[in-house]
């Protein structure tokens, strides 16, 4: 079982910086592949960015690519996305996951934090 917490989300202005942060409960978090996920309103739940158990391996949606970035520290048992040049479209509410696959690590989930981009 993991439990994930999600820090870090708030209001900010078009072209700013965000870091999200997710701490992660469990002896099995350093062999998990990590993810975030957002869900705007009105629309579905889309996957964001992935992260293998190693960090060798990491995935982005296009929309984020060259932006975002995703990192883990497995002694902190914490993931992270690093969010630059954020956009109003970027707005969300942001989910830390957890599971077996990097590309789509959907089995465990946060409760969300909400990022705001103004215009």
């Known amino acids: 079982q993991v439990q994930l917490v999600e820090s870090g989300g708030g209001l900010v202005q078009a072209g700013g910086s965000l870091r999200l942060s997710c701490a992660a409960s469990?002896?099995?978090?350093?062999?998990?592949?990590m993810g975030w996920f957002r869900q705007a309103p009105g629309k579905d739940r889309e996957f964001v960015a992935g992260i293998s158990w190693n960090s060798i391996n990491t995935y982005y949606t296009d929309s984020v690519k060259g932006r975002f970035t995703i990192s883990r520290d497995n002694a902190k048992n914490t993931v992270y996305l690093q969010m630059n040049s954020l956009k109003p479209e970027d707005t969300a509410v942001y989910y830390c996951?957890?599971?077996?696959?990097?590309?789509?690590?959907?089995?465990?989930w946060g409760q969300g934090t909400q990022v705001t981009v103004s215009s």
């Open positions: 469990g002896r099995t978090f350093s062999t998990r592949a």
């Open positions: 996951t957890a599971g077996q696959r990097s590309w789509r690590p959907d089995e465990y």
